[in-house]
């Protein structure tokens, strides 16, 4: 349950088959129609991971790994006009394995640009993804060893 500012309260129930991810919601205004939206870090065993970023277009774009056991594949959408739509896929990566209680990675901000931090679909290195609208630009931030 969350209570936003203008006193309301939001409860959200999730299916059986999905968990939050995140400590906390976010509170952002979505479809910029001046009251926010609750967003969340919901994970599904079939549908991945989702979570949301603003990029430096003002564009809202849904980045998410799709099946982080099976897929393993970055996926970018963008919320425009009210409906979401298919932007890239970068396969190969994931964010999760079977039995950890947390995500592996996460969004950060590096020289005002939002990267994605995930791990190779093998675990053998951890990378920072940036996506400029066109193009996934590829950064590995250290090797993982076993």
Known sequence: MIKLSNAKTVTITLPQSDVFEDAAPRLLDVDADGS???VVVQSNARLG???AIYDETGLIELAYIDRPYLAKTLMIWWFEGGKLRFVSELAG???H???ERDIAGGIRTCSG???MIVERAD???MAAITFDAK???VKTIVGITS
């Open 135 to 137: 193009d996934f630009v």
């Open 123 to 125: 675990w053998s290195e």
């Open 97 to 99: 394995r079977i039995g």
């Open 49 to 51: 991971t989702k979570l």
């Open 113 to 115: 640009m939002p990267e």
């Open 93 to 95: 990566y994931t964010n």
């Open 36 to 38: 926010p939206e609750v």
